[in-house]
């Protein structure tokens, strides 16, 4: 079992950065690859962005790349997500999530293969 909660969300203005925390229990932290996701009002819940067990491996949706940066801190068991150049788009409620098998050879889970779910936080930009 992993227990997952998000904080950093707020109001920000187009063009503004915000950074999101996820705090992780229950397990090694560092046995399994974190990833974020969102979603926005009417719409499915999509694929963010992931990272590894070491962190060396990260993947990210073509909407946010060079824009947004996951990392992690293992000794905190705690993964991040800087969002930078934000855009109205971006608006969604955001949530980490823990897949349900440790890493295998630090790669990184399907976007299908995440049993954790935290409880989101909302993130709201301006235009």
């Known amino acids: 079992q992993v227990q997952l909660v998000e904080s950093g969300g707020g109001l920000v203005q187009a063009g503004g950065s915000l950074r999101l925390s996820c705090a992780a229990s229950?397990?090694?932290?560092?046995?399994?690859?974190m990833g974020w996701f969102r979603q926005a009002p009417g719409k499915e819940r999509e694929f963010v962005a992931a990272?590894?067990?070491?962190?060396?491996?990260?993947a990210y949706a073509d909407s946010v790349k060079g824009r947004f940066t996951i990392s992690r801190d293992n000794a905190k068991n705690a993964v991040y997500l800087q969002m930078n150049s934000l855009k109205a788009e971006d608006t969604a409620v955001y949530y980490c999530?823990?897949?349900?098998?440790?890493?295998?050879?630090?790669?990184?889970?399907?976007?299908?293969?995440?049993?954790?779910w935290g409880q989101g936080t909302q993130v709201t930009v301006s235009s």
């Open positions: 229950g397990r090694t932290f560092s046995s399994y690859a």
């Open positions: 999530a823990a897949p349900a098998e440790d890493c295998a050879s630090d790669t990184l889970p399907l976007p299908g293969l995440y049993a954790y």
């Open positions: 990272i590894s067990c070491s962190g060396r491996n990260t």
